[in-house]
């Protein structure tokens, strides 16, 4: 929360640098308005080429100019034309929001200077604006005309036509208009974009001279070069941002909807660029917008939980037991969902299928009942159809429940077999390969990968010791069994956690082979951990630099036995570890049903939160996963043999790739 | 490459009808492996052989020994242990044995015990009277895993071994040329792998000169060639820096160290282990062999070298290790006793009475977080670079 305000703080002062760095009349000899003649001769190019590559090579994503710009000239305006304090301004909060975790200040400077010389904004000086304040007003959105170079929507240049147009009043008209909650997502984002580009090619022909519109054409041009060089480097545009850019151009999208198609047509190629490179950007559950349509599109109706912890607000969390009846009851309205994936969907919405291996094997075997059952439609390509098909299926599945990380790999794998799959094959024995391909992904990479697991794992236990394992993991369990079955003389303490006490039935298992265990919870740790020897944890995931990602409580148990100097194993396949590098258990998550931790099943005298979840001044908080920072793993078990923390990358780098192909 | 292909489990188990194929060929022969044991298996002969090269026979040490063996009769065999094995297994063998050949070139004291069991098996390939690829490989198999029961607490002994299998026999080349002209290859690969074993001390001393400056003062466990090689190499090229030997207990090897950096001319001074801590102030940086390299980036090396480390690190002086690439190991020990045993007999002058215990293993693990670089003829890495090579080397 204090990361939050204080981000806002920072944004804020900066456009007021910003305007007081401009407005100098001694400016740098780059913050001088270029004359007209000069402005018109020189490719605008070359000033903005360089404005793009000088941009870090590492995630700068332009949006944040973009939200910065659109929050300098937004303030701006406001505090020029309307006495209303920045801040409280309520389209301020998403794109804000959006800016958190991005590194502040730095480059702020130089991106003023760049933005101030850019050709869009030279090129409409000859127009001869005569009054200092729509002066001030235009420059202000010419700013943004940076973003359009790095950023394919020509966004901002209909706002600035627009201001420069109508004089300082219409500056205000369009802060009043931007204020109006749009509820766009992603693709109506787009779409918007394109009557935007529209509205203003119209408006060109309208009102503009000759000059103009080639100097205005220029700008486009160069805009385009500049995004396409840019490439790689436009990093993901979070959604705060296509919305924030959306919001005046929907604007002015109802006041217009004539337009030749020339732009809409013109804008495809690097939008679908950019598309490719950029990694399709997590929904955050905290842009409203966003929210709203894909709950339109949600096969699952499910309501959200209304008293959420700040700081999680990005992850999605639902009222626990709404989706279950609602989805039960239009099991025949659910026209393409095969019946397996949607037994797996209810089973994972239930909770009945758990533990990330055992997620992906049952999703894996649902898809491989559907690809049975499937039928290529007449004059559609398989390869393509089913991809469509395992697509829908995998958003069902994620609406069910947020899907595991050995999830989403078996899933591209999957695809990749698909996309492999040769054309002169017939559909049966393309199903049957892509059936044996799904076998033998359960067989190796699970099934197997866990037998390597024990092998490895069992040459640490001796005679004699006593380990530590906490919550359920089936390969741990397969370790013990093993070990025991091998003759090894050793103890196990079971750690658990409520609410979901998976210890129990594992510690059932394990006496009824005759191993001896103890059990104890979470608060005994630090106690409990005296007599321990070894610590055994499982892995929901073990992510690039060595974290593991794995049931919330791991990282405390890791945390104690790092402190008592025990060795902390961690048993993960090779196929769950991710190219992803996290540092805390907040931007990635998974929230479970918080009435969980406020009731106690069976004992009334402590449901003291009994109808208080919907009081607003509580808020349950019940995480699902928690990340372990790699200085307290000593060793990571995995189907590879024994590896430090710091050879993750080395497996993920030599291995993961090279199975997507084979 | 098949090893490296995304079925590896499988490839694992494919493997393994072969492997027992091999035990099963053994079987007939037992009796010439079997003649061939270690003498004293509860001793370590790797920690013999040092001893018997780099320590330092003192007239003092003399009598112990005179005492000792009157008190112990199993040192007596241990005396003989060098020339023991090869006369028995000599007397035994047909025509040629690899522990034969390891023996001979194991007595040269310049070369080490991994690159001796190089040349070895390159002997191996050279006399076999194999006719086929799968029987030569067999005839490796063997003659390497001989040469590791040898000596199991010999870390760079197995890790070379099993280096120069993966090495030799994993080049695609094999495939399409006939038997001699394959088998000629395999003889050159391992000659070339021979001599580049043979050249990584120089090329570790070249490496590290950069570290070494003029007035540092340079802490030195034990008696370790490479490290003889690097001050030597330093020496050299008239670098002027202070050495602080530890004498380095049981069998004093860092006496030997001291001796052969006198004859160069380089100032030292000698410590007992037990003042590493006292003199850590003046001290610039550590350097230390190992035995062994292990998958987590530490080291396990002679006793003694962990708590110099521990003393080191908590007064940030930076720990260098000096070690060959042929001595990365695919072992993870996770604490002191995770490892197989390496014991050897400790003298301590007077009897010891009975009842009491007598900790007698020759090595310890040092973490990797202790140590600062390895300087290896890979290059200079850190730690956690080890596990990355031998990823890369294994599977």
Redesign the interface.
Known sequence: MDSRRASRMVIDPKPKVRQVGFFTPGAPPERTKSSPAESLSSPPTSDMSPAGNSLSPVMIPPPRHASDNLSSSLGLNSSRVLPVPVPMSPIRRPSTGDNLNLPLGSYNPSESLLGTSLSPSSGFDDEGLSEDTSTSGWFVRGNPGKVASSFPSGGFDTTAMKSRNIPVVSNLTTVSVVKMPPGLSEKGGTLVEVQHEQVRDSKLKEKTSKAERRALQEAQRSAKAASRAEGSKTAATSGGVTAANAKPAKAKASQKKEGSSVASSDRKGPEKDRKKDVPHPRMQFDDKQRVEKAKRRAVVKQTEARNRVELFRHLPQYEHGTQLPDLESRFFQLEPMHPSVYKVGLQYLSGDTSGSNARCIAMLQAFKEAIKDYTTPPEKALGRDLTAKISSYVSFLIECRPLSISMGYAIRFLKNRIAKLPLTFSETEAKATLCSDIDRFIN?KII??D??IVKHAVT?IRDGDVLLIYGSSCVIEMILLHAHELGRQFRVVVVDSRPKLEGKALLRRLVSKGLCCTYTHINALSYIMHEVT?VFLGASSVLCNGTVYSRVGTACVAMVAHAFRL?V?ICCEAYKFHERVQLDSICSNELGDPDVIAKVPGREDVDHLENWANNENLQLLNLMYDVTPSDYV??IIT??????P??VP??VR??RR??LW? | MWR???????D?QRQQPDESRTERLDMSERPETLANPNPNPGISAYYETRAAHHGVVTSDWLAQAQAAVTRDPADLTLEKGLVAPAASSSGSAKAFSVIDEFNRWRKQPDLAEAVAAILALTAVIRTSEATTMMELEIELKKASDSLKSWDTTSISLTAGCDLFMRYVTRTSALEYEDFNAAKSRLIERGEKFGEISRKARRTIAMLSQDFIFDGCTILVHGFSRVVLEVLKTAAQSNKLFRVLCTEGTPDRTGLRLANELAKLDVPVKLLIDSAVAYAMDEIDMVFVGADGVV???GIINMMGTYQIALVAHGMNKPVYVAAESYKFA?L?P??QK?MAPALRPIDFGVPIPKGVEVETSARDYTP?QYLTLLFTDLGVLTP?VV??EL??L??
Do not use: C, N, W
Not at chain 1, 639 to 644: K, L, N, T
């Open positions: 190796e197997l990968a037998k390597a640490k070894l060795p194993l000593s060793m189907d590879y043999g024994m590896i430090p710091t050879s080395v497996i030599e291995y090279e199975h084979m | 490296r292909s995304a079925s590896f489990v499988l694992k998958e987590s980036g695919r993870y996770l604490h995770d990797p956690s596990s990355d990823i890369q294994y599977l």
